[in-house]
Structure formats: C-alpha cells, structure tokens
C-alpha cells in the first residue's frame, strides 16, 4: 500500500514538473542533433591526430625543403582541425551533462 502511493507521489511529480518546464516554454534539446554533433567533434579531434602523424611521417622520410614545407602545412591543418573537434566536442557533451545536472537540481528542490 505504502509502495503505490510512493509511486502515485513520484508520478504527480513528474507531471508536475513537465507541466512546470512546458509553463516556462524552455526550448528543449534536440538530443538526435546534439549527440551527432558531438560524435562528429570526437572525430574531427581524432582526424587532426592523425593528420599530424600523417605530416610527420611526410617530413621525416625526406630531405627536400620543400616537401618538408608541405608536410608543416599539413600538420598546421591537423592541429586546426583537432582543436575546432576539440572545441565542439566539448560543447555539446557539457551541454548535454549540465542539462541533466539541472534537470536533477530542479527535481531536488522540489522534494
């Protein structure tokens, strides 16, 4: 008996706070989007590691100055690219744990 008012309580909860977040008209999270986005900086970031390992192996197998200049311009690229992968790696997983973590926070406070 005790149990399934426990479980009537937590359901009145939960639709109360649904009804709370669609009150203050917040723009929910497009998880689909979000989660692509940061599965795409994860490999960006990987893509860029393995430029610059590209650009190592290109200037360290010859003695021309010139395909050494070429080879820095491809670790250059790399390293752009690793840091823009990086950058949005980071944005879109932080994103999505600091909305849960106020969704928690929210939830906390009402009990």
Known sequence: ??????????????????????A???RGGVVGRERMLARLG???????????????????GTDNPLQQRDAIVVALSGVSIAVVGGAV??????????RLWLARQVLDREQ
């Open 1 to 22: 008996m005790v149990m399934a008012e426990e479980r009537l309580d937590a359901a009145a909860r939960e639709e109360s706070f649904r009804a709370d977040v669609a």
């Open 24 to 26: 203050m008209k917040v």
């Open 42 to 60: 994860a490999a960006l970031l990987a893509v860029g590691v393995a430029l610059g390992g590209v650009a190592y192996l290109l200037s360290s």
């Open 89 to 98: 790696f980071l944005r879109y997983s932080l994103g999505a744990l600091l």
